[in-house]
């Protein structure tokens, strides 16, 4: 009598029957970890890379896909550095220039915590896919 090894399971992506120990799934091209689920093929390492080299800018949250962010942290970052070259430069002290100097760095502060609770907590691309 044949056993009947080839379990199947219903790719959650796309629907069709795949093996149930499929890797990628034939038919979309779906990756999947150990535990079946789909897994994004952006690497974690990467990620965190990015967040703290180039954080500034958003790169680590382009990279996942989340462009939406990425564009308000580059917002953040580069209006934030761009306000204090110009403070610091322009040389002025009266109360407009400090209250700029004043919401720039907080707004570089916060961009600071924001990326640093990504880097600890973001494991996941932009589809809520599970990083490599
Ligand atoms: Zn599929």
Known sequence: MKTECT????CPMCG???SAEAKKCKHCGEYFDAAGRPTSQKQRSTYILLAIFLGGIGLHSAYIGKMKIAMCQAAMGVGGWMTTFIIVNGGKHDN???AMAHISIVLLV???VWVL???IS???DADGKLMK
């Open 16 to 18: 069709e029957e795949i």
């Open 117 to 119: 609770c990504e880097i």
């Open 110 to 112: 916060s961009l600071c």
């Open 7 to 10: 379990m199947t399971k219903k």
């Open 96 to 98: 407009f220039s400090i």
């Open 122 to 124: 973001v494991d996941k």
